[in-house]
């Protein structure tokens, strides 16, 4: 009997090993399946939250832009810069792409869904770019910081071209 328990104790805890494992990596290896497993309250909601997002990232794209190429004033961008790597990344956005929610009112392509995993290597490639982004703006080379700014555009339209409508 205590054996039993035993065996027991141990397959549980191998099964919950596994089910946290698989909670920790849900952003990149699978596509959220229904909106319960997010924290949005509908579709409509992760839909608009995601477009509102990309957005004002955008806008502090604009504005990092003004910052290092045309000011070449690295203290101002400092809080930019911390702001677009949160919010311009594989675990901030990919949550937001909630599997179907393609059609009206999106203009995600439904590819993305069948090529997850290259989706999320977009939003890898767009985080590189960003941290030597970031490296260069700290060292206040500002060259190299408006070279990293075009490669992060860049890869922005890359993902645009295959998995956006125009
Ligand atoms: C890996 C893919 C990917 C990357 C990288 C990416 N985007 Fe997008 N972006 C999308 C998709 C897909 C949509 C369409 C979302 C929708 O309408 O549901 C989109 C939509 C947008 C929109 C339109 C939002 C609206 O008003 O509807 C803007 C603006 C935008 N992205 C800016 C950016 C910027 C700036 C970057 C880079 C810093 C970037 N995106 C990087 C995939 C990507």
């Given at each position: 009997m205590r054996v039993g328990v035993a065996t027991l104790?141990?397959?549980?805890?191998?099964?919950?090993?596994?089910?946290?494992?698989?909670?920790?990596?849900?952003?990149?290896?699978?596509?959220?399946?229904?909106?319960?497993?997010?924290?949005?309250?509908?579709?409509?909601?992760?839909?608009?939250?995601?477009?509102?997002?990309?957005?004002?990232?955008?806008?502090?794209?604009?504005?990092?832009?003004?910052?290092l190429v045309n000011n070449q004033d690295a203290q101002s961008a400092k809080p930019r810069l911390k702001e677009l790597k949160e919010r311009a990344s594989a675990d901030n956005l990919m949550p937001a792409f909630i599997a179907g929610t393609h059609g009206p009112g999106s203009d995600a392509r439904p590819e993305l869904w069948e090529e997850w995993e290259r989706f999320g290597a977009g939003f890898h490639d767009m985080e590189q770019h960003i941290d030597t982004l970031i490296e260069a703006a700290n060292a206040g080379e500002y060259r190299a910081a408006a070279k990293a700014l075009s490669d992060t555009g860049r890869s922005?339209?890359?993902?645009?071209r295959q998995y956006r409508y125009d």
């Open positions: 104790a141990i397959t549980i805890s191998g099964v919950a090993t596994l089910a946290s494992a698989g909670a920790n990596a849900d952003s990149l290896n699978a596509a959220p399946a229904h909106v319960d497993e997010t924290r949005f309250s509908s579709e409509r909601e992760a839909v608009m939250w995601r477009q509102q997002e990309l957005k004002d990232i955008e806008s502090l794209m604009r504005q990092l832009r003004f910052d922005c339209k890359s993902c645009h």
